[in-house]
């Protein structure tokens, strides 16, 4: 078992550099199965979920190729199988997209209900009535997925709920279908408009992702090959640029989109810290005092992400004066202020919304990451507090964020990954 341990209190100063976003590349990595082709994946994040998605895919069939540390090849040209292996695909969520893609080239296929993050109930009705208007069959069952059709044809949907992943498998799915579909009321995140450029620099046609109305003019083949970079990870950025706030430090983080961490900023500078954009994709953040209260509501893009509420409850839980979180997207998402309250946080959670009573430090203490940003969090409050914090669970932040204790070690941050050889903390040191 792994954890990682960490000495806080001094603030985070210098350069760091964000990755390319996990939610873009555990999509683009099923769309590329579209393509009778090769595809080169450039600024892939290394992380668990995008390895474990290329061995999914590479039991379809299709060949991968690392040609760099960022870099892969897909050989899409040979699809032998459209039934992924169940026990893999059930281990993360966006193994779901797998569907949209198989179904779009296959006209088959067949997944383990899709797992991830136990962040609350995390339906796919959207997902199943978007292939249903395309003509699909889909039976759910025995913790399966299995969808066929003998041609899918473009139509109206209409999404009763902002749905990344379901805007994102309708996409997926409505390529290659017969004319034209319309998607209202997507979701617009930037990793919504990522996928769709990655779709169209393969040849398809789809208009207008990021805003209200999504159309896609169904195309009959894609083929080729394709180089395709994908899109800077705004969680990633975003939890530095809170990591800057929490310690009261001062971060340049290069390779983000600044456009798409205005909804960051704008809190940022609400509580007194300080957000320069340097140029497109850098942007300078620092914090000298003690943040002021704030009140905030996570909402699908462009409001604030609800992949970085616990890290902003760091910075609230430290924060001059009372703050208010109301989580609206997801019901089982506060499971980190109990972890937080450990080390000295006054956090009281009800239902979708939780009371940071901000207080003077926090201490540290031994720390469960509940899921992936709730790790994040954790590891922003291990670096503030005073003393050592242990981090366990790391299989859920490996998922999400590439070499982050070395990133944070780069900025400043006392971390290393030790694993526990032994229950009686008999330590045996993995990394510096
Ligand atoms: C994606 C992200 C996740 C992020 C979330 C919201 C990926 C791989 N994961 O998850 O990190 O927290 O967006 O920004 O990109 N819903 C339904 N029916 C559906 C689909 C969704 O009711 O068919 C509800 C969900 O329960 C949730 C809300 O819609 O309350 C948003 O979910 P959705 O945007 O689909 O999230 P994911 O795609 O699972």
């Excluded at 996990?22 to 979920?49: Q, Y």
């Excluded at 894609?222 to 994908?230: M, R």
Aim: aromatic share 4%.
């Amino acid at each position: 078992m792994e954890k990682l341990v960490i000495t806080g209190g001094t603030p985070l100063k210098g350069e760091v550099t964000i990755n390319g976003a996990k939610n873009a590349a555990v999509a683009i990595l099923p769309a590329a199965l579209l393509i009778n082709g090769i595809t080169t994946i450039e600024n892939l994040p290394n992380i668990s979920d995008v390895k474990l998605l290329c061995e999914i895919i590479e039991e379809l069939g299709a060949k991968i190729t690392w040609v760099g540390k960022n870099t892969i090849t897909i050989d899409a040209r040979n699809i032998t199988s459209t039934r992924a292996p169940l026990e893999l695909t059930r281990k993360f969520r966006a193994s779901y997209y797998l569907i949209g893609a198989l179904l779009g080239r296959c006209g088959d296929v067949q997944v383990g209900m899709p797992g991830g993050c136990k962040l609350g109930a995390r339906p796919i009705d959207q997902h199943i009535k978007g292939f249903e208007a395309l003509g699909a069959h889909v039976e759910v069952g025995q913790g399966n997925i299995t969808a066929t059709c003998k041609e899918l044809v473009g139509t109206n949907i209409y999404m009763d709920i902002v749905s990344v992943g379901a805007t994102i498998n309708v996409m997926l799915a409505s390529v290659l279908a017969k004319g034209t579909t319309i998607i209202d009321n997507p979701a617009k995140e930037p990793h919504i408009v990522d996928v769709a450029n990655f779709l169209n620099t393969m040849g398809a046609d789809v208009r207008g992702a990021g805003t209200d109305v999504i159309k896609i003019n169904g195309v009959e083949k894609l083929e080729g090959n394709i180089t395709y970079s994908v899109v800077p990870d705004q969680i990633e950025a975003g939890t530095f640029m809170l990591a800057a706030v929490a310690s009261r430090g001062d971060l340049v983080i290069k390779n983000c989109t600044t456009k798409h961490l205005e909804c960051i900023s704008a809190k940022l500078l609400e509580i007194g810290a300080h957000v320069e954009e340097l140029d497109g994709d850098t942007i300078h953040v620092w914090c000298d005092k003690r943040p002021s209260k704030a009140n905030i509501k996570t909402l699908p893009y462009p409001g604030f992400p609800t992949d970085l509420q616990p890290q902003m409850g760091v910075v609230l839980a430290t924060a001059e004066g009372t703050s208010i979180i109301n989580e609206s997207i997801w019901e089982s998402r506060f499971q980190y202020t109990d972890e937080l309250n450990k080390m000295g946080a006054k956090i009281t959670a009800q239902g979708k919304t939780a009371i940071f009573e901000g207080v003077d430090s926090l201490y540290g203490a031994p720390v469960c990451a509940t899921d992936l940003r709730a790790g994040a969090a954790l590891i922003i409050a291990g670096i503030c507090a005073e003393g050592t914090t242990e981090v366990y669970n790391l299989e859920h932040i490996d998922r999400g964020y590439e070499n982050i204790e070395e990133k944070f070690r780069s900025i400043g941050a006392n971390i290393k990954r030790v694993k526990e050889e032994d229950p009686n903390k008999n330590l045996v040191e993995m990394s510096e």
